[in-house]
């Protein structure tokens, strides 16, 4: 069974940072691209970030480029978003996606969401 477990979310002020863990079992990680997506209260999903399985070619929404950055460990099946710079509009559910961007989107290729809040 494929599980995809987020962590590292929490509520901090424009201008911090977080970072985001994504557990992943139940597939052979190290051969899946995986890609960042996030959920705005009352707004439909937006793609965040995608990476390569071998963890070369970051690939970033226009919106968070520049302070995001995606990256993995395939030694212990994990993906991760930095985020710097936080905005109030970052606020959402983000989602790890056991896909590549193309299909990023799809909810079935979702874990359970980790909430970020940016406020003051």
């Known amino acids: 069974e494929v599980q995809l477990v987020e962590s590292g979310g929490g509520l901090v002020q424009p201008g911090g940072s977080l970072k985001l863990s994504c557990a992943a079992s139940?597939?052979?990680?190290?051969?899946?691209?995986m890609s960042w997506v996030r959920q705005a209260p009352g707004k439909g999903p937006e793609w965040i970030s995608s990476?390569?399985?071998?963890?070369?070619?970051?690939i970033y929404a226009d919106d968070v480029k520049g302070r995001f950055t995606i990256s993995r460990d395939n030694t212990i099946n994990t993906l991760y978003l930095q985020m710097n710079s936080l905005k109030p509009e970052d606020t959402a559910v983000y989602f790890c996606?056991?896909?590549?961007?193309?299909?990023?989107?799809?909810?079935?290729?979702w874990g359970r969401g980790t909430q970020v809040t940016v406020s003051s």
């Open positions: 996606a056991k896909a590549a961007k193309i299909f990023a989107l799809v909810r079935q290729t």
């Open positions: 139940g597939f052979i990680f190290s051969n899946e691209p």
């Open positions: 990476i390569s399985s071998y963890g070369g070619g970051g």
